[in-house]
């Protein structure tokens, strides 16, 4: 926790390395979950698998992470420059992101 801790007030987001990870798949556990939606509450749920050694894959409808984060809240609140290095400190925990992929509609 304490490596976690001084990635974040470096102003870096968590790695794997940060969080005492290798960054592979390959490290985590053979299970595997799915996530719908990439908004607060899905981002969350992979940012703490994955720190568990979960193995998450979001399923976002949108073409870009973030769900309302990114297209609820005005730019001047949250910069997308911000959003986007919160999303790829998740990523880099081994967490996989699919846009552009709706799921239960016919």
């Known amino acids: 926790m304490n ?3 001084s990635g974040i007030s470096r102003g870096s987001p968590p790695t794997a390395a940060t969080c005492g990870r290798s960054a592979s798949n390959a490290s985590l556990p053979a ?6 939606g990439s908004g607060p509450a899905g981002l969350s749920a992979a940012y703490h698998l994955a720190r ?3 193995r998450a894959t979001i399923f976002e409808a949108l073409p870009q992470a973030g769900g309302m984060l990114r297209v609820g ?3 001047h609140r949250l910069p997308r420059k911000i959003l986007d290095q919160e999303i790829e400190g998740i990523t880099r ?3 996989e992101i699919k ?3 709706p799921l239960g509609r016919t």
């Open 3 to 5: 490596r976690l801790r």
């Open 31 to 36: 299970r595997d979950v799915a996530i719908i």
């Open 52 to 54: 568990k050694g979960i």
């Open 73 to 75: 809240i005005p730019e």
């Open 93 to 95: 925990l081994g967490v």
């Open 99 to 101: 846009t552009g992929t």
